[in-house]
């Protein structure tokens, strides 16, 4: 009765390869396989890039003329002689004439700094940090598609291969 023939190709294949006829221990060899497809996998990144804005801005600055006692002074004068004429007939009139040089002071300075403040207007830049998103796509692997007998398998590779993609082959027995 000849052998069966799974084990006759078992044996033929074990002989081919150089191996011993199978003895329970798995065997190893690589063949060389037709890729019939391959596919980049692709996904999507998205960078954001700093850039920066600028931009001038019109800035108001207020600042007080050269500042002078002199009006001060006068208003001093003017307040004080009008307080004092006007309490002439009091016993409080050197109160009243201090007081009105009191006020006649303040009051003179105020107007003076109301006259002397000026606005001047600079030119002041500024800058911004501005982000832009840009989304970019970006090859992450390879879909292969390979010819091993009558079939064909997939497999995920991180680069492209070439014309073949080699195989190891493993042989074991089935107890």
């Given at each position: 009765?000849?052998?069966?023939?799974?084990?006759?190709?078992?044996?033929?294949?074990?002989?081919?390869?150089?191996?011993?006829?199978?003895?329970?221990?798995?065997?190893?060899?690589?063949?060389?396989?037709?890729?019939?497809?391959?596919?980049?996998?692709?996904?999507?990144?998205?960078?954001?890039?700093?850039?920066?804005?600028?931009?001038?801005?019109?800035?108001?600055?207020?600042?007080?003329?050269?500042?002078?006692?002199?009006p001060g002074l006068v208003?001093?004068?003017?307040?004080?002689?009008?307080?004092?004429?006007?309490?002439?007939?009091?016993?409080?009139?050197?109160?009243?004439?201090?007081m009105g040089a009191l006020?006649?002071?303040?009051?003179?300075?105020?107007?003076?700094?109301?006259?002397?403040?000026?606005?001047?207007?600079?030119?002041?830049?500024?800058?911004?940090?501005?982000?832009?998103?840009?989304?970019?796509?970006?090859?992450?692997?390879?879909?292969?598609?390979?010819?091993?007998?009558?079939?064909?398998?997939?497999?995920?590779?991180?680069?492209?291969?070439?014309?073949?993609?080699?195989?190891?082959?493993?042989?074991?027995?089935?107890?």
């Amino acid at each position: 009765m000849p052998p069966p023939v799974h084990t006759a190709a078992g044996i033929g294949i074990a002989l081919l390869l150089g191996a011993a006829p199978l003895a329970g221990h798995a065997q190893s060899h690589y063949v060389d396989v037709p890729v019939v497809e391959v596919e980049p996998l692709l996904r999507t990144v998205t960078d954001r890039i700093p850039h920066e804005r600028c931009y001038d801005e019109r800035v108001k600055l207020l600042y007080a003329g050269p500042h002078s006692p002199t009006p001060g002074l006068v208003g001093a004068l003017v307040g004080g002689s009008v307080a004092g004429a006007l309490g002439h007939n009091s016993r409080k009139q050197p109160l009243i004439a201090g007081m009105g040089a009191l006020v006649g002071a303040s009051i003179g300075t105020d107007m003076a700094h109301r006259h002397n403040a000026r606005a001047r207007y600079l030119t002041e830049r500024r800058c911004e940090v501005d982000y832009e998103l840009r989304d970019r796509r970006e090859v992450s692997g390879y879909r292969v598609a390979y010819r091993y007998g009558d079939s064909i398998y997939h497999t995920r590779m991180d680069y492209r291969p070439g014309d073949t993609i080699r195989l190891r082959v493993d042989l074991q027995p089935v107890h």
